[in-house]
């Protein structure tokens, strides 16, 4: 079978925000990751796979293309046995308790998409994002989630009226901050990474007093700054050490 054009129109459609917003759907590929996400409470709209992709769901969401046709629609290099598409779930109502991670206005899809990995990992409570931050349902941020995208609850608000209005301890990353391990952190509370260029915004730090670095052990000290991604990495090992 080959993909019609109705679904070729589909999917590369939802390849852009708007259009995942419109149909409430996103996409999903290769093995590991559709696969995991088939496993979660996720709803899936469709498969498109290869013969030798196997699945335990309803025949009637699977359909059967080739490689060539596959790869038409793949936005990998290397396309993997299937192409899902799920539905993106209703919002969850906020917890606000617990350790969280707060967003501001983080623009690569891989950063965002491991972020979410290592919320996972860690057992993040919710992640709270920025509504300049890149969509959590972007292709790229899917793939790097690696599935961990179904089981962190993920929220997009004014990240200014969020915080002023929090009562949790509050903590922002910044390079001229406390040395996280002289810090004293807490079990609870809001952890807050920044941009990738020009970390946490102005009137985010005007809001927060609680500072906290990771220092250079460089000889050279020539090293501007850790990539966001591997910094929230270490910055929520010593949360969950120290907790």
Partial sequence: MSISKNQF??????????????HKLFIAEGIKVVQELLNSSLEVEALFCTNDFSSDI???????ISEADLKKVSSLKSPNKVLGLFKIPEEKIFKNKGLIVALDAINDPGNLGTIIRLCDWFGV???ICSKDTVDCYN?????????????????????KSYLTNTELPTFIADMNGENV????LSKTGILIMGNEANGVSDVIKELIT???????????QETESLNVATATAILLSEFKRNG
Avoid: C
């Avoid at 129109?9 to 995942?20: A, D, E, F, P, V």
């Avoid at 309803?58 to 059967?64: E, V």
């Avoid at 793939?143 to 608000?157: D, E, F, K, T, W």
């Fill in 181 to 184: 391990y002289r810090s004293v």
């Fill in 210 to 220: 609680n500072k906290i670095s990771i220092p250079r052990f460089g000889i050279t």
């Fill in 139 to 159: 292709q790229k941020v899917v793939q790097a989630s690696m599935g961990s995208l179904a089981r962190v609850p993920i929220h997009y608000v004014d990240l």
């Fill in 125 to 127: 409570a919710e992640l």
């Fill in 9 to 22: 129109k589909l999917i590369t459609s939802l390849s852009q925000k708007k259009y995942r917003l419109k």
């Fill in 58 to 64: 309803s025949n009637k969401k699977i359909i059967r």
